[in-house]
């Protein structure tokens, strides 16, 4: 059975850092392109953060860009969020999601992922 687990959230001020950790078992990360989303409350999920099989150039979304890091530990099977100088508008329950894709084929929706975890809550506080 194929799973995702998000871990590592929490609270923290603002400026301050937090990484995210999505753990998989079932499956192997080495066949999937990744996907980091956020969704708050009332709004739709949305996607900041993605890698493809080949981990060529990660694509971030632009209010997130040079606070955020993704990659994949092939060896651990798992993939993080390195988050940095936060803000209270990043306030959210984040999700890690994991897609069938080829090469360096991106996954940008998230319609084009079948596995998502059960999403981690991160507050931060001004």
């Known amino acids: 059975q194929v799973q995702l687990a998000e871990s590592g959230g929490g609270l923290v001020q603002s400026g301050g850092s937090l990484r995210l950790a999505c753990d998989a078992s079932g499956f192997t990360y080495n066949y999937y392109a990744i996907g980091w989303f956020l969704q708050r409350p009332g709004e739709e999920r949305e996607g900041i953060a993605f890698i493809s099989i080949s981990d060529s150039v990660p694509y971030y979304r632009e209010s997130v860009k040079g606070r955020l890091t993704i990659s994949r530990d092939t060896v651990k099977n798992t993939v993080s969020l390195e988050m940095t100088n936060l803000k209270p508008e990043d306030t959210s329950v984040y999700y890690c999601?994991?897609?069938?894709?080829?090469?360096?084929?991106?996954?940008?929706?998230?319609?084009?992922?079948?596995?998502w975890g059960q999403g981690t809550q991160v507050t931060v506080s001004s």
């Open positions: 999601a994991a897609g069938r894709a080829l090469g360096g084929l991106q996954l940008r929706t998230p319609t084009e992922y079948d596995n």
